[in-house]
Nanobody
Framework: QVRLVESGGGLVQPGGSLRLSCASSGSIFSIDVMGWYRQAPGKERELVATITSGGVTNYVESVKGRFTISRDNAKNTVFLQMNYLKPEDTAVYYC??????????????WGQGTQVTVSS
């Protein structure tokens, strides 16, 4: 099992910044992709950003130029730097990890989520 714990959420004003962290523990070997999802009330969970073990990143169009995902491969820790936050960024943000040992199907793990609220 892989345990993911997010931190860094909170209340900020529009235009402000937050840095989210996701620490992993347990069977963390063979994790190749980590990412962040978010879910607003009444909406489906959406992918925000992903990063591979090689550092290749992908972002949803709405956060490009504002958010930056990074990771510490040795510790399987992923970060999300969020700048120029907008009210529409308000959501619960979830950390996700993909684990793919050789000769197995991929497994996906989720953190408990951290609340991000952007409001004046």
């Amino acid at each position: 099992q892989v345990r993911l714990v997010e931190s860094g959420g909170g209340l900020v004003q529009p235009g402000g910044s937050l840095r989210l962290s996701c620490a992993s523990s347990g069977s963390i070997f063979s994790i190749d992709v980590m990412g962040w999802y978010r879910q607003a009330p009444g909406k489906e969970r959406e992918l925000v950003a992903t990063i591979t073990s090689g550092g290749v990143t992908n972002y949803v169009e709405s956060v490009k130029g504002r958010f930056t995902i990074s990771r510490d491969n040795a510790k399987n820790t992923v970060f999300l730097q969020m700048n120029y936050l907008k009210p529409e960024d308000t959501a619960v943000y979830y950390c996700n990890a993909r684990r793919k040992p050789y000769y197995t199907d991929p497994q996906y793990y989720w953190g408990q989520g951290t609340q991000v609220t952007v409001s004046s």
